[in-house]
């Protein structure tokens, strides 16, 4: 009876302890049951994309790493987590009840980070194929004309006569053809050109006062050279009176390369202008 007895005490002593035990973890849970779960959450997360990982690569057949699998942390040992994700101190109720999931739970991140595509790159060091400008050619055309300012004509019975000097040079080092010249005369003048070696003339126009010729030019001067050429000059006006002067004569030189008319370096001395006087008889 009295073993009986013992047993039941027993037994009542050991409910006792149990619903004083069960009553203090009510009253006080323990901090670590929400690090637990936040721990097993992390490791899921990371154990997950592992696993999906090795079954995209065996699907295809290749070889792939598999993250390894996180180990638990050893008994009675509690790993605390990065502080980024939880806080060293947790929080709680007033009532000191166990805080809820979403007050510990770590900010979502993406399994997989969305790739940019970069912009392919633009290669500066390749070459490209341009046309090969020609070099400009150092060469110049530059001829020049001297004359009398004034020439004196004598009369004769057609009108005055008289013979023109004219110089050209070349100081230039471009080739050319000829020296063609633009003749300017009065429209009471004429000019013979027999035995000056340049070629004939062709009226380009006629004023009241003036008419033009374009004459084929001699053959080309030497650079640093010069050549000279005398020219006849009628002046168709019959002598007698007062002393008189026709003025408009002009003789431009210009070169001739292939039928084309390139630019004078120096256009100044292109042109010579004389200017005839008829004496009285």
Not at 216 to 238: C, K, Q
């Amino acid at each position: 009876m009295e073993q009986r007895n013992e047993r039941a005490d027993r037994l009542s002593a050991a409910f006792g302890e149990l619903n004083t035990v069960s009553l203090r973890q009510v009253a006080e849970p323990d901090p670590d049951v929400p690090r637990r779960r936040a721990y097993r959450r992390l490791r899921n997360r990371a154990v997950i994309p592992g696993v999906a990982a090795a079954v995209v690569a065996a699907a295809i057949g290749g070889v792939s790493l598999v993250r390894p699998l996180a180990a638990p942390p050893p008994t009675g040992v509690i790993a605390s987590p990065p502080a980024t994700d939880l806080p060293s101190v947790l929080p709680t109720s007033p009532s000191g009840a166990t805080p809820s999931e979403s007050s510990t739970r770590p900010p979502s991140r993406s399994a997989t980070p969305s790739a940019t595509p970069s912009p392919t790159p633009t290669a500066t060091g390749s070459t490209s194929s341009r046309p090969t400008r020609a070099p400009t050619s150092t060469r110049y055309i530059d001829l020049s004309i001297s004359a009398p300012r004034t020439l004196t004509l004598r009369p004769s019975d057609a009108g005055y006569t008289g013979s023109l000097t004219i110089t050209m040079g070349n100081a230039g080092t471009r080739a050319y053809d000829a020296g063609d010249l633009i003749v300017v005369l009065p429209v009471e003048a004429t000019i013979d050109l027999n035995g000056t070696n340049i070629g004939g003339c062709f009226n380009q126009g006629q004023t009241d006062d003036l008419k033009t010729m374009f004459c084929t030019g001699d053959g080309p001067i030497p650079s640093g050279g010069t050549r000279s050429y005398r020219i006849g000059v009628t002046v168709n006006i019959a002598p007698g009176g007062p002393a008189r002067t026709l003025t408009g004569c002009a003789l431009t030189v210009r070169a001739n390369v292939s039928g084309s008319f390139p630019a004078d370096r120096s256009s100044d001395d292109n042109t010579a202008r004389t200017d005839f006087k008829l004496p009285a008889r």
